[in-house]
T-cell receptor, first 114, second 111 residues
Framework: EAQVTQNPRYLITVTGKKLTVTCSQN?????MSWYRQDPGLGLRQIYY???????DKGDVPEGYKVSRKEKRNFPLILESPSPNQTSLYFC?????????????FGSGTRLTVV | KQEVTQIPAALSVPEGENLVLNCSFT??????LQWFRQDPGKGLTSLLL?????REQTSGRLNASLDKSSGRSTLYIAASQPGDSATYLC??????????FGAGTQVVVTP
């Protein structure tokens, strides 16, 4: 089944403890991105990747890192999480960034930082 | 910067009525427009993708139109059912592949 898989689904952590949220797609998509969703603010892009080894900042990149060493994986790294990073996170992928391709989203990761 | 607005923010209808959800965007230079469904605390499920050269897409009881000149898209859901209760999000894609989302329309269909 074609899908975007995120892990974990739920995570509670303490301030300052590094964590990684994994994202993997099995559709050979070039483009991958991370979004966070917050009440009243909607979905905002954190980082995106046009292809392997090509990443760039989205609208709200502060406090996050990403890497794209393989085409299928795009992990989101929080080096020192803070409570304001408590949110619902989504990974998404598309065949290519440009052109008329739709996006497939993962099931989401609900992160709570205490 | 692309801004996407969805009206109304919330909608409650009795079962069987048709739903009309509106999405407007400020920049007509979008590549495509995609409608998603989101159940509470869940992920986004793609409903329809309207490519830039298309005017509408249909899937079952769902029909979405796109008018780039006026900056509008409309999602129609025919003969609504309680299972249609969810938040519906529209998102336009720019040339960099970035999705710009609206805030969503929360739909409740009462039996």
């Amino acid at each position: 089944e074609a899908q975007v898989t995120q892990n974990p689904r739920y995570l509670i952590t303490v301030t300052g403890k590094k964590l990684t949220v994994t994202c993997s797609q099995n559709m050979n998509h070039e483009y991958m991105s991370w979004y966070r969703q917050d009440p009243g603010l909607g979905l905002r892009q954190i980082y995106y990747s046009m292809n392997v080894e090509v990443t760039d900042k989205g609208d709200v990149p502060e406090g996050y890192k990403v890497s794209r060493k393989e085409k299928r994986n795009f992990p989101l790294i929080l080096e020192s999480p803070s409570p304001n990073q408590t949110s619902l996170y989504f990974c998404a992928s598309s065949l290519k960034a440009s052109g008329n391709y739709g996006y497939t989203f993962g099931s989401g990761t609900r992160l709570t930082v205490v | 910067k692309q801004e996407v607005t969805q009206i109304p923010a919330a909608l409650s209808v009795p079962e069987g009525e048709n739903l009309v959800l509106n999405c407007s965007f400020t920049d007509s230079a979008i590549y495509n427009l995609q409608w998603f469904r989101q159940d509470p605390g869940k992920g986004l499920t793609s409903l329809l993708l309207i490519q830039s050269s298309q005017r509408e897409q249909t899937s079952g009881r769902l029909n979405a139109s796109l008018d780039k000149s006026s900056g509008r898209s409309t999602l129609y859901i025919a003969a609504s059912q309680p299972g249609d209760s969810a938040t519906y999000l529209c998102a336009g894609t720019d040339s960099w592949g970035k999705l710009q989302f609206g805030a969503g329309t929360q739909v409740v269909v009462t039996p």
